[in-house]
């Protein structure tokens, strides 16, 4: 007995028995054997996670471990596969016929289990090959026999039975011979993933890097004893039926005909669609699964040639799957390929896909105490009747008890403002405090709430027995006066709480604001809170912060059978709008575009002679407190209205049957939310045509990166992720090689198509798209250019400002003209590059340097300067000495550690340390060295950096740092790797490695910024 690897060995007489016994004795569930030169040897863990854990820190010249099944314990479904190989293959021989083999094997045991059928996903795949020896281990986690010995090996006797009767040819026959019978005995030991046998030690077990879902799979998936909570345990009886089972190449008859979940025009659109196809004459009309709504089984009718694994079938059958995106595959069960796209995306039918399955998913509140399903939002809890007088002791006395606090989610539209009216005519002597998001909505308040101040009128410290006051100014109220006696409402608490978790607004004050938030929640008499958007995360802060609060939730569905069109095309839309203007139709057009380009279309629009108002954030403050007023007045003889987010939360347009159709043009470039967009689409109450007409962009930004903070994200905004984050019906997440969950493009288009669906809307899709020749792109291209040349010019122009006056300017005392605004845009565009010449800054320049990248390169290529002859390491490291403490300063800031590990992770000092590693390992010493490096040398120093341990390795880490996309590809060859190095340079320093010629014999650093490359560069001057 010895002690090694964090447990106990066992190699002596009854090692075995022995180790059984002391496991039983320690509660052990895990057990494992280590190959010896001899023997042997026997341990225990309490779990694989346990064991998981110490097998990360052996060597792996050591990892000689196989994993025990014990007898009676529970396992996965698993196979091992040997054969040796009658020539030596190379590499990609060998890829070949492993994905052949597996493709073969999934192929029949579908056929013999077609109640248990899978697909690849399914599998995890273990390989030891070489060159004379092809070794496959497949693990199946989905499903699980109560032992190995007795009901798996009956499965697998039914499944070489059935195959026997199946199969044909000679090949397939082979294979059977090669899948080893001897795995199912008792206690018996099958090697982990990683190890290697002690006399084999240069042919390890490791994952099919062919097979994407073993190279993205955890750990334990591999393991045969670990079982997941999900899996599917098989009982024996079904084993022994399984033995008489008959192929499935027989045709089902048509009374077994198996219900779709996806709704019945889906099916029939994704039938028409195949039919159209030359490859339908090989299959019968074809049938759904009953528990896979994506893939649909097509039954062979005559023998023909698969497009799919390229060989002629006369009766191995076939199926479809439907990609979430519209598009179609055809499938084969002897191919492990993705399969062959027989239809192309289609738009309207992803969307229409995206509707179906957020209709079956779970949303809504969990967390609800009372229900209500009223049209409009009555609840006696928001303004409860005065308690009945008593009489006792001869007295007349009130019985008060303190109603509670409400967290309130009704559509929009489900007369929240009125009851929040009625609230404030119940309690006359109250004082109240109405805490909003945006100055427009205090505005708004201010004018409807009778006898409320407005917080923008009282200077100073605030004392107001009525107040509407912004999240941004909360330090200004005086919390000893609003303790007793006080309401507070939260109006949009959804956007509120959002407001008051981004620094991004408050300055200074974030943390003060966020201390007094919390103060007035804790010790108001009673908080309000009211939203559209409520979820449960928002609930669970409320009540974390005080427990008298009582969860209303109105199911009333305020746009049920409202009809939402997403457009596949923006351009389309707009020209679109255009006719619905030309056609004497009143829009209201919200948009998340940037202030430029929703002035654009503005522009477009008058130009073609309508009649509309823009206000986007360069509106003046008291153009867009007026009209937040006056918005059924402002919009009364208007062809369209267009905004941004600056005037939309809790906004509203009364009038009825005046706006015929709502147009959303959303961005998610920008940092909106879901919520935000929809509350913006509802501003008009009542729409006409009872229409809506969408384009949302389908690339995500702006999205978190570790895996607890997209989890919590994705709970949040999606309600279809519960507990531990896995694939959902419509959401798939993977894990990439650093454990960070890759998500995909199309995630926020998805989200929205899901609130809408769970709204009650009917949402359709519109494929078609707009000619590039067309003229209304010509003309909002040319206005564009046009605006950003007047914008530029006005910067040039603007009068130069003084470093005090600056200050003064931006403290926000008061409103600024656009004179103003230009001048201070102009002070900062000058600070930025260090540039003291007013005389410099001309409209060309202010077009070449007003960029977001520009800035960003300039200031990393300015941290590098070599001063003095300094190397790019000593540069460095006063970056970082520089930054220390900062982030010092902003860990104490941070709410959470993974907050604080993000503040790391995007500091200047990390984006430049990946660069500086690469151009001194690449030869280059400096930014701006002209020296040129030859391309065996460069391709030798790549090989250098690249390996586990270096780029290959933190790539992940990189792209996250960096807001990149991860290469989804493992083809690293030298011109790959070059790419993805280049990537970085650029996103950093605007640089990249290139060849001096075509022959690309040299290589050198050259620079595609206009602060590299400009002979007017501020680095220049």
């Not at 079982?227 to 009982?235: E, H, R």
């Not at 005065?386 to 008890?401: A, D, I, Q, R």
């Amino acid at each position: 007995m010895t002690h090694k690897f964090e447990s106990t060995y066992f190699k002596f007489k009854g090692f075995q028995g022995r180790c059984h016994k002391w496991s039983d004795t320690n509660s052990h569930e895990f057990f494992v054997a280590v190959d010896g030169p001899f023997k042997n040897e026997y341990s225990s863990y309490k779990d694989s996670t346990t064991f998981l854990k110490a097998y990360d820190s052996v060597p792996e010249e050591e990892r000689c471990f196989f994993e025990q099944i014990r007898e009676g314990k529970a396992c996965k479904e698993y196979y091992d596969i040997d054969w040796t190989l009658a020539s030596s293959a190379d590499e990609c021989e060998i890829k070949r016929l492993e994905q052949q083999v597996f493709a073969a094997f999934l192929t029949v045991r579908n056929q013999h289990a077609p109640e248990f059928a899978l697909d690849d996903e399914h599998c995890r795949i273990l390989s030891a090959s070489n060159s004379e020896k092809l070794s496959l281990h497949i693990v199946i986690p989905t499903y699980v026999f109560e032992n190995n010995h007795q009901h798996l090996k009956v499965f697998f006797l039914a499944f070489q039975k059935f195959w026997c009767s199946a199969l044909c040819d000679d090949e397939d026959a082979a294979l059977l011979k090669r899948i080893d019978e001897g795995v199912y005995s008792r206690n018996r030991i099958m090697r982990i993933f990683g190890s290697h046998k002690f006399l084999e030690p240069s042919r390890p077990l490791l994952r099919a890097k062919w097979h994407d879902p073993s190279m993205l799979a955890e750990d334990e998936e591999f393991l045969i004893t670990a079982i997941g909570p999900d899996s599917i345990k098989i009982t024996s009886d079904l084993h022994e039926v399984a033995v008489e089972r008959v192929p499935s190449t027989v045709t089902r008859k048509t009374g077994e005909a198996i219900q779709s979940c996806l709704p019945k025009h889906i099916v029939d659109a994704v039938r028409a669609k195949f039919e159209q196809t030359p490859h339908a004459a090989q299959f019968f009309e074809m049938q759904c699964y009953a528990d896979r709504p994506m893939d649909f089984e097509l039954l062979r009718k005559v023998q023909g040639h698969c497009v799919v694994c390229e060989r002629e079938h006369d009766r191995e059958n076939a199926y479809l799957r439907l990609a979430e995106s519209g598009a179609i595959y055809l499938k084969c069960y002897r191919s492990s390929s993705p399969g062959k796209e027989v239809y192309k995306r289609d738009y309207a039918l992803a969307v229409e896909i995206e509707a179906a399955m957020a209709l079956q998913a779970r949303h809504g509140l969990t967390h609800v105490d009372i229900s209500d399903d009223a049209r409009c939002l009555t609840h006696f809890h928001l303004a409860p009747p005065h308690e009945p007088l008593k009489l006792e002791h001869g007295k007349l006395v009130k019985n008060v008890s303190q109603p509670p606090s409400l967290l309130i989610r009704c559509d929009t539209g489900g007369g929240k403002t009125v009851c929040t009216e009625e609230l404030i005519k119940a309690n006359k002597n109250s004082r109240f405090v109405v805490i909003t998001c945006r100055r427009t909505l205090a505005d708004m308040h201010e004018e409807r709430f009778i006898g409320f101040d407005n917080y923008q009128d009282c200077p100073g410290v605030i004392t107001c027995d009525r107040v509407v006051v912004q999240a941004e100014s909360l330090y200004r109220l005086d919390l000893s006066f609003y303790c007793e006696n006080t309401i507070l409402l939260l109006d949009e608490v959804s956007s509120l709480i959002k407001q008051m978790c981004s620094d991004k607004t408050h300055g200074d004050m974030h943390n003060l604001n966020l201390q007094f938030f919390e103060r007035l929640i804790r010790k108001a008499t009673r908080v309000i809170c009211l939203d559209a958007d409520l979820c449960d995360e928002e609930v669970e802060i409320m009540k974390s912060l005080r427990s008298d609060f009582i969860v209303i939730n109105n199911t009333f569905q305020q746009q049920k059978d409202d009809k939402v069109v997403l457009f596949d095309d923006k351009m389309k839309l707009i020209a679109v709008t255009k006719n619905l203007l030309r056609d004497g139709k009143r829009v209201c057009i919200s948009s998340t575009m940037s202030a430029k380009l929703t002035e654009t279309l503005h522009a477009v629009l008058t130009e073609a002679g309508f009649k509309g108002v823009c206000v986007t954030k360069n509106t003046p403050e008291r153009v867009k407190k007026d009209i937040s007023k006056n918005i059924n007045t402002t919009m009364a003889d208007l062809d369209y209205f267009i905004h941004t987010p600056t005037i939309s939360v809790g906004v509203d347009y009364n009038v009825k049957d005046h706006v015929d159709y709502v147009i959303d043009i959303f961005s998610t470039h920008s940092e909106v939310d879901v919520e935000t967009c929809m509350q913006m689409m509802r501003r008009v109450r009542h729409v006409k045509s009872n229409t809506y007409l969408v384009y949302a962009d389908a690339t995500t930004r702006n999205l978190p990166a570790s895996a607890p903070e997209v989890k919590n994200w994705i709970c949040n905004h999606l309600d279809i992720v519960t507990g531990r984050v896995r694939m959902s019906p419509t959401l798939k997440l993977t894990l990439d090689d650093k454990n960070r969950l890759v998500m995909p493009d199309d995630l926020y288009h998805r989200m929205y198509c899901h609130r809408m669906s769970q709204a009650g809307c009917i949402v359709t899709g519109k494929s078609d798209k707009l000619p590039l020749d067309s003229p209304i792109i010509a003309d909002l291209k040319a206005k564009e250019e046009e605006i950003t040349a007047a914008l530029h010019q006005q910067t040039a122009d603007a009068d130069p400002l003084s470093p005090d006056k600056f200050e003064e300017l931006s403290r926000g005392t008061q409103e600024l003209d656009a004179g103003q605004r230009a001048s201070m845009h102009k002070f900062a565009l000058m600070r930025t590059y260090g540039v003291q010449d007013h005389s410099i800054v001309t409209a060309e320049w202010v077009g070449m340097f007003d960029k977001a990248d520009e800035k960003e390169w300039f200031k990393n290529l300015t941290a590098l300067s070599r001063k003095g002859g300094a190397s790019l390491k000593s540069c460095l490291a006063l970056v970082k000495q520089c930054e220390d403490i900062g982030l010092e300063y902003s860990f104490r800031g941070a709410s959470t550690t993974a907050e604080a590990h993000s503040k790391v992770d995007s500091t200047q000092f990390v984006k430049l340390d990946y660069v500086v590693g690469i151009l001194t390992a690449c030869g280059f010493e400096d930014t701006f060295t002209t020296n040129e490096v030859l391309a065996e040398d460069l391709k030798s120093r790549i090989d250098e950096i690249w390996g586990w341990t270096g780029l290959e390795r933190n790539m992940s880490q990189i792209c996250t740092t960096l807001k990149k996309k991860r290469p989804i590809h493992n083809k690293w060859t030298f011109k790959n790797k070059l790419t993805f190095i280049n990537t970085v340079l650029h996103a950093v320093l605007g640089a990249r490695i290139s060849g001096t010629n075509n022959r690309r014999l040299r290589y050198r650093l050259s620079h595609t910024s206009s602060v590299g490359s400009a002979e007017n560069s501020p680095l220049r001057c």
